[in-house]
């Protein structure tokens, strides 16, 4: 059987194509966590808002697509348990579950579980459905996060729709856009070197 079969044959994620062991599923839960982790490190503020912009997001959901639902899950959860235990690695070198911004946190663990999910199913091999896919994955962290966000701050929806989303479209859909170009060309890769 040809690596290129393999590739495009249901149920694998990017991560599968690597050799199956317990030492690499250690070592891409924790380096998924790692990633998020630094990436959430660049933040920019939004005036009139306590949600920076950050490569948080892009990050998780990449990580969730490339490694599938559990190692994403995993891998957002140990990024999750171990900011709240203090490791300064929420946006801006933050940590604690107190924050204003932690419901996004919350929202990326399951949405990297989603997205996880759907890449098994072959969801990050063509641009739209990449496109969906990460779609789908950011509105699963804005779910979570603007009612986190409403409760943390005592804002009403409206605006914690326009402190905690609105200002975000923008920068989603370039990591979207981002996404649609790396995972589908990804796979291509992965094909053409099998």
């Known amino acids: 059987m040809s690596t290129a079969s393999v590739v495009t044959r249901p149920g694998l994620v990017l991560a599968d194509l690597l050799p199956a062991t317990r030492v690499r599923d250690a070592v891409l839960v924790a380096g998924g966590a790692a990633l998020t982790g630094l990436a959430a490190q660049l933040a920019v503020p939004v005036p009139g808002s306590p949600v920076p912009v950050t490569g948080q997001t892009f990050a998780a959901l ?3 697509t490339a490694l599938g639902a559990r190692r994403g899950f995993l891998a957002l959860a140990v990024y999750a348990l171990v900011g709240m235990a203090g490791m300064p690695w929420f946006a801006g070198g933050t ?4 924050g204003a911004s932690f419901g996004y946190v919350l929202g990326m ?3 990297a579980t989603v997205v996880g999910a759907l890449a098994r199913r072959g969801a990050d091999r063509s641009v739209a459905r990449t496109a969906a896919t ?3 994955g950011s509105a699963i962290i804005y779910a979570v996060g603007v009612p986190y966000l409403m409760a943390a701050t005592g804002m009403s929806l409206s605006a914690a729709v326009a402190a905690g989303l609105t200002p975000f479209l923008i920068g989603d859909a370039l990591k979207a856009a981002l996404a649609m170009g790396a995972l589908p060309a990804a796979w291509k890769l992965a094909g053409r070197r099998g």
């Open 62 to 64: 990449l990580v969730g």
């Open 95 to 98: 940590s604690g579950a107190g």
């Open 109 to 111: 663990v399951l949405a």
């Open 134 to 136: 990460m779609v789908l």
